[in-house]
C-alpha cells in the first residue's frame, strides 16, 4: 500500500479529483491549505499599493492505493495538474505499512 500525496493548484483540484474518480482508490481525502516552493512568494497589487503573500493557496490531495497502481495514479495527477509553470504543485509517495479502523458504533 502506498500513501500518494499531490499538492496542487487550487483551480486544478477539481480536475485532479475527476480524473481519479474511476481509479483504484482505497481512501481519498482533500484539504485547503497554504505554501511555498521555488516561486517562494509573490508581489500582488492592491488599492495601489503592494504586498508580498509569502504563503499560497494550495490544495492536498491525499490518497491510499495499492503499490501496483501507485504508478497509474501519480500519472493521471501528473496529466491533469500540469501547466509547466513554476508553482504547478508537488507529488509525495510514501509506503503505507499499517493502517487501522474505527467506528463509534457500539458492537
Known sequence: M????????PY???KV?????????EA????????FGRQKSYLDEYRDSEYSLAYL???EIVLWVEDVRAEEVIRTIVD???TGRIGDGKVFVLPAEAAGEW????E
Open 80 to 82: 491533469v495538474a500540469r
Open 28 to 35: 481519498c481525502s482533500v484539504r485547503e491549505v497554504k505554501g
Open 57 to 59: 493557496p494550495k490544495v
Open 12 to 14: 486544478l483540484a477539481e
Open 17 to 25: 479529483l475527476d480524473a481519479l474518480k474511476h481509479a483504484p482508490l
Open 2 to 9: 502506498r500513501e500518494v500525496i499531490a499538492i496542487v493548484k
Open 103 to 106: 467506528s463509534t458504533g457500539s
